[in-house]
């Protein structure tokens, strides 16, 4: 059975980082497009960063760009977020899903086939 597991939320104040995990079990996911989304209270969820198979292509959120860096490694099936400088604004749950539609873009929640249950991350001003 396919499952997504992410670790390495927190909390840390603005200014700081935190890296995030995902670990996929169930499958081989390299030739998977993943991705980052996370989702604040009240609000929908929203894109942050995607990786095409074998991390050949990446994406990210404008709200993030030269903030946050998605890694992938094959051999492990993981995913990662590193996320420096953060905000505020950053606070929300975030999750990692897999998708086998590698094409096109990233940010449509709807391609992803399989999510995790989430991490929270939380920053203080």
């Known amino acids: 059975q396919e499952r997504l597991v992410e670790s390495g939320g927190g909390w840390v104040q603005a200014g700081g980082s935190l890296r995030l995990s995902c670990a996929a079990s169930?499958?081989?996911?390299?030739?998977?497009?993943m991705a980052w989304f996370r989702q604040a209270p009240g609000k929908e969820h929203e894109f942050v960063a995607g990786?095409?198979?074998?991390?050949?292509?990446?994406d990210y959120a404008d709200s993030v760009k030269g903030r946050f860096t998605i890694s992938r490694d094959g051999a492990k099936n993981t995913i990662g977020l590193q996320m420096d400088n953060l905000k505020p604004e950053d606070t929300a749950v975030y999750y990692c899903?897999?998708?086998?539609?590698?094409?096109?873009?990233?940010?449509?929640?709807?391609?992803?086939?399989?999510w995790g249950q989430g991490t929270q991350v939380t920053v203080s001003s």
């Open positions: 169930g499958r081989t996911f390299s030739s998977y497009a």
């Open positions: 899903a897999a998708t086998p539609m590698y094409s096109g873009s990233y940010s449509d929640v709807n391609k992803y086939l399989y």
């Open positions: 990786s095409g198979q074998r991390g050949w292509r990446t």
